[in-house]
């Protein structure tokens, strides 16, 4: 990794390294902790690798700002649908099968790759490469996600997350009706028994799901609406499956059916403040042709009324 010359000011506070730095550098504390951690400020001309290290008034703090370490790109051979795109941020609807973040298990073109190709590429202060990957979709779910084109928007939306106002409504498919709208609150670790899998366990994360009913048929599957307050990894799929409910198609955490081609599990909708205007957006992801015939063949064209955002909303209203 190639550095940049040193940049350097003096303090004029009594106070902590990282705060200090991020005052001056206008950035998160975050980013400014790893800029610190990995030994690229100093004052006086000591480094420093501690955020919690003293700065006294007049002292000279120095820093440098590493230059972003690139990584290979795959070959990426699809194309991914945009809802929305300006200078700050862009929504997309992710299709199945794709997966987020490269990872070493992953072999094949990721989101991430397909975001370099098209310029998409975020710079940590610490000389990190990341791509505005606010947060996550499993690979076999579908549907909406926001991905920020710069750091100041990843911040924000970063905080939204936390702080829950950013929000998602899933639509998914299940093989036995629930028994009324519920609320589902379990904690969500690896599972001791099957590394593939999350599970309910006792100490893990905090995760919380709503699931509200939409309709029904005589074959027992039930067209469902779910809301995250939490965003585990495979919390819906898990969640639903202490109820003894699974997703069609989701072999994996239990379905047993046939002629299903995938998990179907959509994220619909998709809530912020946009990070630069301040106004609440609110996007809707079209379900995928797969999804939509089998949702066509087994409810009839009545069930699209049931999925729209609105519709959505009401049902999860209802159960109050």
């Known amino acids: 990794m190639t550095q940049e010359n040193k940049e350097s000011f003096v303090a004029n506070e009594d106070s902590r390294i990282d705060k200090v730095l991020a005052t001056h550098l206008n950035a998160s504390r975050n980013q400014v902790e790893k800029l610190i951690e990995k030994g690229f400020v100093g004052i006086n001309d000591k480094v420093v690798t501690k955020t919690s290290q003293?700065?006294?008034?007049?002292?000279?703090?120095?820093?440098?700002?590493?230059?972003?370490?690139?990584?290979?790109?795959?070959?990426?051979?699809?194309?991914?649908?945009?809802l929305f795109e300006d200078e700050h941020l862009m929504v997309i609807n992710k299709p199945c099968g794709l997966v987020v973040h490269p990872a070493p298990s992953v072999k094949e073109a990721t989101l991430v790759d397909w975001l370099k190709q098209r310029g998409v590429s975020l710079s940590t202060l610490s000389g990190e490469e990341r791509h505005g990957i606010v947060h996550r979709i499993d690979k076999e779910t579908t549907g909406a996600l926001v991905v920020a084109k710069s750091n100041e928007a990843h911040e924000a939306l970063s905080r939204q997350l936390e702080d829950k106002s950013m929000g998602r409504y899933y639509i998914a498919l299940i093989d036995y009706p629930l028994k009324e709208n519920i609320e589902v609150e379990a904690p969500i670790a690896r599972s001791p028994n099957n590394r593939l899998k999350m599970a309910v366990v006792e100490g893990g994360k905090s995760a919380k799901s709503a699931f509200a009913k939409l309709i029904s048929n005589n074959e027992h599957v039930e067209l469902i609406a779910a809301k995250l307050f939490t965003g585990r990894t495979h919390q819906i799929r898990v969640h639903l499956a202490t109820l003894g409910r699974h997703i069609l198609g989701d072999e994996l955490y239990g379905y047993k059916g046939k002629g299903v081609p995938r998990v179907f599990l959509h994220a619909r909708v998709l809530y912020f403040i946009h990070p630069l205007t301040a106004q609440r957006v609110e996007f809707e992801a079209p379900l995928f042709e797969d999804m939509k015939h089998f949702i066509y063949t087994k409810f009839g064209g009545e069930a699209m009324e049931l999925i729209t955002p609105s519709a959505i909303k009401e049902a999860f209203d209802a159960s109050h």
């Open 54 to 82: 003293k700065v006294r008034p007049r002292d000279r703090v120095t820093y440098t700002l590493p230059e972003v370490e690139q990584k290979e790109v795959a070959e990426v051979d699809f194309d991914v649908e945009v």
